[in-house]
């Protein structure tokens, strides 16, 4: 499908995709560690989007298996939710995922 | 109002009160604390209400200052929302609040 392919060029251009919605907590802690490891990620405010929205929210399960938000993605691979970016953050795997992927 | 005046039958009428959303994480984690602490909470889910939900949420933003979920109270007093309530447990305030109110 044409939202489909949509995701998929949104992954591959850019490292760091995080899928959102702007009312919500968990979101923003995902947010705001991004920011705090200085990197800037593609935010897509699924809830900014009309109805557009829950149709995109309905393609990322089909590709994840996952259907809350956040739903983050490091070099076009998917990472998971916000408890499982702070788990690979504590564990020091986040950051080296993210310099795989860029040039920091 | 009589909106107002449920909800203030509501908080004398329960011990501990957490106004929520069936979806939110933050709920989640506020109504599993006090679960945890041995604590039935009477939960309002403003999702589930239709129309009402976001009325109720107007009501208690005039009652509180406080317009997001959770909007938790106990002894009838506001204790805020997730961070605040999490923050009182981890300073021990949460249990003396608990025992305070009910005979436990
Ligand atoms: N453990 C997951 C929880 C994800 C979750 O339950 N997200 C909620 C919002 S906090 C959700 O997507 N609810 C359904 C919806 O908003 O469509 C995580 O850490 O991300
Ligand atoms: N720091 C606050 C954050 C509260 C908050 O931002 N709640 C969000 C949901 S996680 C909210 O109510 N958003 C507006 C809405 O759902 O109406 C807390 O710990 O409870
Ligand atoms: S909507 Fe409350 S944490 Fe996501």
Same mark, same amino acid.
């Given at each position: ?65 996952? *259907? ?9 691979? *998917? ?26």
């Amino acid at each position: 499908s044409r939202l489909e392919e949509n995701v998929k060029k949104t992954l591959s251009d850019n490292h760091v995709v995080i899928y959102s919605k702007t009312w919500c907590s968990y979101s923003s802690e995902v947010k705001s560690l991004f920011k705090k490891l200085g990197v800037q990620p593609h935010v897509v405010e699924l809830d900014q989007m009309g109805p557009q929205g829950p149709q995109l929210q309905k393609v990322l399960e089909r590709l994840t298996g996952q *259907h809350t938000v956040p739903n983050v993605f490091i070099g076009g691979k *998917h990472i998971g939710g916000c408890t499982d970016t702070v788990k690979l953050h504590r564990k020091g795997e986040l950051e080296s995922l993210l310099s795989d992927v860029s040039d920091r």
